[in-house]
């Protein structure tokens, strides 16, 4: 029986969405589930690129993208995901984030409000037509509740003739639950 984390539901749409051949952003690599996804899907025609700040994470996603022979179709970035227009100069297809603190990481090293919103708005202007963004937004205990109340009034102010938003809940689980976020961009 599916578990229905918000990954899962969130990789739901992604496997809707990215085809074989296409450019996509993982903006936060964390342990690297999502770059393994849309390395998947983008096929050996497509690539990845994968941010974080930490060596750490993007160490444990080299190794699971070893494991699976799909290193060559990801690059690897050491940066923060507010400076991926440096990085990455085509138009992709889906970006993807996890906000929060890298799972079993330190607590300390979380995603912030500012840089966040600054990383969402870049991804946009790298989005092409018909792209999605997909967004779990993380807030309990430790961490992220400006983050979370920051980055869901900056969605709300999206303009709707450009974007379509859709934001979820998981409405009867207790502490905080994450929220998934999806974009479209028109």
């Known amino acids: 029986m599916k578990k229905y984390q918000i990954t899962e539901w969130c990789h739901q749409f992604i496997k809707n969405h990215v085809e074989n051949g296409e450019v996509c952003i993982d903006a936060t690599a964390g342990n690297g ?30 190794e699971r993208l070893e494991e699976n022979g799909l290193e060559d179709r990801v690059e690897l ?10 990085w990455v100069k085509e138009t992709v297809s889906c970006v993807v984030f996890n906000f929060g603190y890298l799972p079993g990481g330190n607590h300390f090293l979380s995603t912030k409000k500012e840089s966040s919103i600054k990383a969402i ?30 980055i869901l009034q900056y969605l709300h102010m999206l303009d709707s003739k450009k974007y379509l938003v ?18 479209i961009k028109l």
């Open 33 to 62: 589930n999502d770059t393994l996804l849309l390395a998947e899907l983008v096929g050996e025609n497509g690539k990845v690129y994968a941010f974080d700040i930490q060596e750490q994470a993007l160490q444990k996603t080299k």
């Open 77 to 86: 970035i050491l940066e923060s995901h507010e400076k991926m227009e440096q």
């Open 121 to 150: 708005e870049g991804g946009l202007s790298l989005l092409k037509k018909g792209g999605m963004m997909s967004l779990c937004i993380y807030s309990g205990g430790d961490s992220g509740f400006k983050e979370k109340e920051g």
């Open 166 to 183: 859709i934001v979820s809940q998981y409405y009867n689980r207790p502490n905080n639950p994450p929220i998934p976020a999806m974009i």
